[in-house]
């Protein structure tokens, strides 16, 4: 247990020294099934703790708490299940959010959120997990910083870059900051030197251990879980979810060109009229 101060408390005509203990560091690492949160994990622990699958089906099945030291202080590391469980058969959507709340739930303060994706198959409906997530359980006054992590980019000349080519597409999602990298070391070498990935590897170890120093200690937030919110309603749009997806995105255009909708509503109601004018006559 960590203690932020000590305090001197005079009750009953006693001094007493008494610890305050400040709230955990808490740090979730979230995204879709297969994307590489228990990797990322692994990565920053130096050991292999998290369970990593190389199968379709997804690997991590509840919430899994690490305890680390990221610039020499404690943290929680929470590794979650994937939010497209559906397609990969083991938890189902549902589940998957409903572990999500419950986690934050529990926790009660949140530090950090670190969205990983994969940049090789990176796909529209990330807005839609953020929005849930980040948004919506994690709904409160202040919001809990964000950070990207984007895995799966060893293959690239400069991982990088591909922040400058695709960052267009996070227009509706607000980052603290992010970090372009692999969290696979890939294939020992024939010779058994090492390992093909290693030195992009260690590279990206530093890149996500600056980013959480940067980010995780700034502040606290409580949250207040949305309570009337069921989980098939945060779950509309999210990869697996109920074939909702084309209502989420119309709403979400709607919200984004204000304007237009009207424009689009004054439009359909004026085309209704004419109608309903024709049929009458
Ligand atoms: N090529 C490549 N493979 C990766 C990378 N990160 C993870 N992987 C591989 O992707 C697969 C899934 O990785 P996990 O870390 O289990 O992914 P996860 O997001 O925890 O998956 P779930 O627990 O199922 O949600 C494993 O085979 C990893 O070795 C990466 O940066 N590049
Ligand atoms: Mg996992």
Redesign the pocket.
Known sequence: MSYGAMAFSRSSGRNYICAIASPPINIIVF?E???????IINMLMGEPVAA???QAV???YESNKFRAIIAGREVMLY?T??LNEAE?GTVSPEQAVQNLRSLVTELKTVNLLVY?IRGTRFRKIMADNYEMFCNTICGSDRKVPVVLVV??L?NEENMDDWWEYNKVDFDEMEFRGHAC????RGRVFRDGSGYIFQDLYDGSKEKVTRLLEDHAFESSVTIVPPKNTSTSILLLGVAGGPNLGILSSLLRWCKERPILCLLALLFSCGILYMVCLLYLQ
């Open positions: 995204g099934s297969g994307v590489g949160k228990s990797s990593v699958s190389n997804g690997c991590t590794d299940a994937g990969a990983c895995t799966g060893e990298i692999t969290a696979t």
